[in-house]
């Protein structure tokens, strides 16, 4: 057997015998029919409208190519600090940013990116970090009571230079350049 079902039938069917599911589905579909009838963008209807429109859209298209021509050298240096692999010291960054370096290093052991166990381990990055590309661990030897030792100093990279000041500012830490 064939049923022919109307908009408001086949949306009881579905619907079951949930009537609050029922009203929920009829005016979801009510204001999507709403939308499809509602033009994306008002059509000019007149030349003098089409005229303000072109215009309104050419001053846009000048202002955000004037904006990028001031970013452009933001732009070029963020993507120079990106690139650049072997990274900073931990302490240099945290002069760049206008914090103190303990600070920094505290922040950092409290939201668990460099490790706070006491020893050789001690303020290292955090694999999942180092992976991501955003740290790295620079290792050099030293004699201590005619013993040879290791020791590590963690870096930041370019790319992690730009993740952590992301992160500082959205924490509150920072401030955002306004632009």
């Not at 408001?8 to 009203?23: H, N």
């Not at 007149?46 to 990028?68: D, F, G, I, S």
């Not at 050298?73 to 990274?87: H, L, N, R, Y």
């Amino acid at each position: 057997p064939c049923l022919l079902l109307d908009k408001d039938e086949t949306l009881c069917l579905v619907a079951g015998y949930s009537a609050q599911l029922r009203i929920r589905i009829i005016r979801r579909w009510q204001e999507l029919e709403q939308q499809a009838h509602q033009p994306a963008m008002m059509i000019p209807q007149t030349l003098p409208e089409a005229l303000r429109l072109a215009a309104e859209l050419a001053e846009q298209k000048m202002a955000l190519e004037q904006k990028v021509a001031m970013d452009a050298p933001a732009v070029e240096f963020a993507k120079q600090i990106a690139s650049v692999e072997k990274g900073i010291t931990l302490s240099a960054f945290a002069k760049t940013v206008g914090l103190g370096p303990n600070t920094l290093f505290t922040l950092l052991r409290e939201r668990k990116i460099l490790m706070s166990c006491r020893g050789e381990r001690w303020n290292l990055p955090m694999q999942e970090y180092v992976d991501r590309g955003l740290f790295a661990t620079r290792e050099s030897s030293f004699d201590s009571n005619g013993e040879r030792r290791i020791s590590f100093t963690p870096l930041i990279t370019g790319k992690g230079q730009q993740w952590l000041v992301e992160r500082l500012i959205r924490d509150g830490i920072l401030r955002g350049v306004a632009a």
